[in-house]
């Protein structure tokens, strides 16, 4: 009996340590995995189509809703959640694993990556082509890596207002699919303009820093945006 006394602290000490480990809510899965890289290029089309090869979703191993303390929040899902755009973000690195980033013209100190509204029955990868495209004129692109959960925000009441009146759908905030893609072509390239399909919006442009991206960011973006450098950390070092 003593010695069965004596060996029962060593079991639940392992127990402890397995169900904390099984329980760590920080953890994410991995990105996830491109059979191929996916290449753009300016005599390429959109297919825009209800038909897909792949599910829209992927579905991770597993997953953990991440909660932050700060006054703007996100979080992250297997599907987009009722209620929110469908959306993608667009992390565009060049050779030198500096972050694309472009000024707003509505709102001219802040920064952000491009982005944009996913298309009835389009599928992401493709509502990334057409965005980075109608925002920044790129073309010469390939997606490297692919973000393995939506991640959401949520709007500040006062932007809430502004883009019920201009969409038309009184949206709580925006459901993003996020993309890693590296740029294949030149400076020269870009054009704030697009390519001619929409209003623009950015007025300037520059290669920058993960540390900086986040800093220039307006506020509400700041949790998201930390989550996608994180996913995408392997990547931009």
Not at 169 to 195: C, I, M, P, S, Y
């Amino acid at each position: 009996m003593a010695s069965a006394s004596l060996c029962r602290p060593s079991i639940n000490f392992l127990l402890n340590s397995f169900i904390h480990q099984c329980y760590d809510r920080r953890r994410l899965p991995p990105l996830l995995p491109l059979s191929k890289p996916i290449y753009i290029t300016s005599g390429s089309s959109l297919k825009r189509t209800h038909q897909r090869k792949r599910p829209l979703i992927q579905k991770p191993s597993s997953f953990r809703p991440i909660t932050f303390r700060s006054a703007f929040t996100s979080s992250s899902m297997e599907s987009p959640p009722q209620g929110y755009r469908r959306n993608v973000g667009i992390c565009l690195i060049n050779s030198s694993k500096k972050i694309f980033a472009a000024s707003r013209l509505d709102i001219p100190e802040a920064w952000q990556m491009p982005q944009g509204g996913i298309d009835d029955g389009e599928d992401p990868k493709d509502a990334v082509i057409r965005e980075l495209r109608e925002e920044t004129g790129v073309s010469s692109a390939q997606i490297i890596a692919e973000a393995p959960l939506w991640l959401t925000y949520d709007f500040p009441p006062a932007v809430r207002e502004k883009l019920k009146v201009q969409w038309g759908t009184d949206w709580k905030g925006q459901a993003q699919k996020w993309f890693l893609l590296r740029f294949t072509g030149e400076d020269k390239e870009v054009n704030l303009l697009g390519d001619g399909t929409e209003k623009a919006e950015f007025g300037e442009w520059a290669w920058i820093s993960p540390e900086k991206i986040i800093e220039l960011a307006v506020d509400f973006k700041k949790p998201v945006y930390k989550e996608v450098l994180d996913a995408f950390a392997p990547h931009l070092h």
